[in-house]
């Protein structure tokens, strides 16, 4: 027995009192412990009840007819109905018709005393909407009570089933497969052994090598290992090989998948077979190889060239050295070209205007390439010029041909000029014999005059006159046939071109007796070669004069007229006119109506090449009782070198 | 009496240089520069000598000696390199001729 303190103890008691002394001690102790417990009781029951009322997760118990007997706050809150509403009915009445029979299954297995963790069933909301709740339940041996705990996971499940249709998506899209982190795979898709060529069976467990092109270097590969080990993506472009050997190419994302620690356990890659484009990217590579012609672009901003592997074979410059900057761009150029490069592909960023223009590279061996650069700008949505973009051509067999072609027109012109200068020899020899007769005649006796000064005089003014006709016939057909590689163009009047062939042609329209009808109204300046404008017109004049002679009516007309634009040149002839089917294969070369040795044939194709080079034009006038050849000169202004 | 000769040629200074050079008391020479004027002095008077060159204006030497009486001796003066004419010419001067070869032949017609 405890000490009673003493100012507790009575002073003097009874046997009878002390038995209840202690009777009354014993209950007071009792009173303490009891109060102690019960408090510490109330106290737990308490904590247990907030618990219940706080939490989130749905809490409830359910007695085994299948009623609720009581559930937490949160279970009103989630589901809508009050508390008395959730208890008055079964709570199956609440699940989704189509769950109902399993629930009532796993209920059963409860009672029964399984216990049981995540089952899944729908619940009906106040609203009429349903969430999907997650359980786990155990029931009480002894009362069958069950005690249950739930959690709202649609949410989750909507996430889930999204990520779920995003996978399909990819799976049906792409060639999917996932690796362990020695490369050995895992799990393939349909698509990738549709592709590949490779069973499943084939692939599973398999080195990824088994797909292996080999054509990736090294350093592409050690690239890829060490992006996707430290975890990172890696987007790339890959070629493979399928089982038959045959190559195709993917556009590959390999993913490196982590556990929750950070630590990658295995690696997913989506590929999108791109096989067909890298085809025609082949063919547009070999179409481009074959045509000598190259892609280029560039980046106003960035400063940055691009160029497509063809450029490279027309630069001093190796494809592993990647796009050249301006200035490296430049020294490859003709040092004769690059005031032009510089202006155009300058004027072009300044205004962007487009460009086509042709200009030399030179190599370090002294070998020289042609090139033709078409180019122009690329605008941003704002209208901002951001770039240039065009091609870029080897032209140096075309130049090559250029020259052979002018070589051979020279040729032609030649031989055309000594066939024309045949067919007036006969006329010209008879125009210089005239004033060569009359020379002879005049000189003969001439000293019977010494004492004569009037006829003397007068014999030496006929002697002088005719000596400076033969001069100039003798001039024109010096200028004529001289033989000349390059053109040499300059001012000239058209209208002394006209006079200077005319003297050339009299004798012709002489021998013909066809007139030469002279209307000359302007000065008709032009920017040209003087003798081979003097030999169109020859040839023009020679026609007309040919097609005149057999005609009642003998004429050739030669009109100069000039207006705003142009300077106009008309010869007409009186002949019986040109039947539409030959005019137009007038200017075909070798083409003559003709009889054989009357003509060359090449006189209008060469008339229409060497107006073709001063950019002028010539066509037959329709409509027309006669015919009438017009050509015509634009006037333009010309851009004086720098 | 003198030789009537008439001298056709387009060339008016051939003309004048000819009737200059050969004209003398013993020959008379008239100059034509058309073929009309030349023909029809033939038919009007008699000529004794006919010089005509080929190449005229609207017409030929040849056809200009068709046109004249065929008993008139005719010449024809030619400067072109080859003419082959269908009347019959006494004689084919190429022009340029030497003057001394034609005074030559003048007076051998004389005789």
């Known amino acids: ?642 | 009496m003198p030789l009537n000769i008439v001298y056709l040629d387009d060339e008016s200074d051939l003309c004048h240089l000819f009737t200059q050079s050969f004209e003398s008391d013993k020959i008379k020479i008239k100059a034509f520069v058309k073929a009309e004027d030349a023909i029809a002095e033939t038919l009007k008077n008699p000529a004794d000598l006919v010089f005509i060159d080929y190449r005229l204006p609207n017409t030929n030497g040849d056809l200009v000696a068709q046109k004249m009486k065929a008993s008139i001796p005719k010449v024809l003066i030619t400067g072109d390199l080859s003419v082959v004419p269908e009347t019959p010419f006494v004689k084919i001067f190429h022009k340029p001729f030497k003057f001394q070869d034609m005074e030559d032949f003048i007076r051998d017609f004389l005789l």
């Open chain 1, 1 to 642: 027995m405890p000490d009673i303190p003493k100012q507790w103890m009575p002073v003097s008691l009874p046997v009878s009192d002390l038995r209840r002394v202690n009777f009354i001690g014993a209950f007071l102790i009792l009173g303490i412990f009891t109060k102690f417990f019960v408090e510490r009781y109330f106290a737990s029951i308490n904590e247990l009840n907030k618990f219940f009322d706080v939490v989130l997760d749905l809490l409830c118990i359910a007695g085994p007819e299948g009623k609720f007997k009581k559930i937490n706050p949160a279970f009103s809150d989630l589901l809508g109905y009050s508390e008395k509403e959730l208890k008055s009915k079964p709570f199956i009445e609440f699940v989704h018709p189509d769950d109902v029979d399993k629930t009532i299954a796993i209920f059963d297995k409860i009672k029964a005393g399984e216990p049981t963790l995540k089952f899944e069933n729908r619940y009906r909301r106040r609203d009429g909407s349903y969430l999907i709740m997650s359980w786990s339940a155990a029931s009480d041996p002894l009362t069958k009570n069950v005690y249950a705990s739930a959690r709202d996971i649609t949410v989750d499940r909507q996430h889930e089933l999204e990520l779920r249709q995003v996978f399909d998506a990819i799976e049906r899209s792409s060639l999917v497969a996932t690796a362990n982190i020695e490369g050995r795979i895992t799990s393939v898709n349909e698509n990738f052994c549709r592709v590949s060529g490779f069973s499943r069976a084939e692939l599973l467990g398999q080195d990824h090598n088994i797909i292996k092109s080999g054509i990736h270097s090294k350093e592409f590969i050690q690239n890829l290992w060490d992006t996707i080990l430290s975890g990172r993506v890696w987007y790339g472009e890959i070629q493979n090989k399928t089982k038959e050997g045959l190559p195709f190419f993917v556009q590959t994302v390999i993913s490196p998948m982590t556990d929750i620690m950070g630590r990658v356990q295995k690696f997913l890659s989506i590929q999108f077979d791109m096989t067909k484009q890298k085809e025609s990217e082949q063919l547009l590579e070999e179409a481009q190889s074959v045509a000598k012609i190259g892609s280029w672009s560039f980046d106003a901003k960035a400063q940055n060239i691009f160029w497509s592997k063809k450029i490279y074979d027309f630069f001093p410059r190796s494809l592993d050295m990647g796009p050249p900057n301006l200035a490296e761009l430049e020294a490859y150029i003709h040092p004769d070209d690059q005031i032009l490069w510089r202006t155009t592909v300058g004027d072009a960023l300044q205004n962007g205007n487009s460009y086509k223009f042709r200009f030399r590279t030179i190599f370090p061996d002294g070998k020289i390439l042609w090139l033709e650069a078409i180019g122009r700008s690329r605008f941003d949505s704002s209208g901002k010029l951001i770039g240039l973009t065009g091609t870029c051509q080897d032209i140096s067999d075309i130049v090559v041909a250029e020259e052979q072609v002018k070589i051979e027109r020279a040729k032609a012109m030649q031989s055309s000029k000594l066939a024309s200068l045949g067919e007036m020899s006969a006329g010209i020899a008879h125009e210089i014999n005239n004033p060569l007769a009359i020379i002879t005649g005049a000189v003969w006796r001439m000293d019977q005059f010494a004492k004569d000064p009037e006829k003397l005089k007068a014999r030496v003014e006929t002697i002088e006159k005719a000596a400076e006709r033969i001069e100039k016939i003798v001039k024109g057909l010096r200028k004529f046939s001289r033989s000349y590689e390059k053109s040499e163009y300059k001012d000239c009047s058209l209208s002394a071109i006209v006079n200077e062939a005319l003297i050339l042609t009299e004798a012709k329209s002489i021998r013909h007796s066809t007139q030469v009808i002279v209307d000359i109204k302007a000065e008709g300046a032009i920017w040209c070669d003087e003798i081979e404008i003097e030999q169109v017109l020859i040839n023009l004049i020679n026609n007309g004069i040919d097609a005149a002679k057999d005609q009642a009516e003998k004429w050739v007309r030669v009109e100069l007229t000039e207006n705003d634009t142009s300077v106009n040149l008309r010869v007409s002839d009186s002949g019986k006119g040109i039947p539409n089917e030959v005019q137009k294969k007038l200017f075909q070369p070798f083409f003559t109506t003709k009889a054989v040795g009357e003509g060359t044939g090449l006189g209008l194709s060469i008339v229409k090449g060497i107006l073709d080079e001063h950019d002028a034009t010539i066509e037959v006038l329709p409509d027309l009782p006669y015919t009438c050849f017009e050509v015509k000169f634009t006037k333009k202004r010309r851009i004086h070198a720098a």
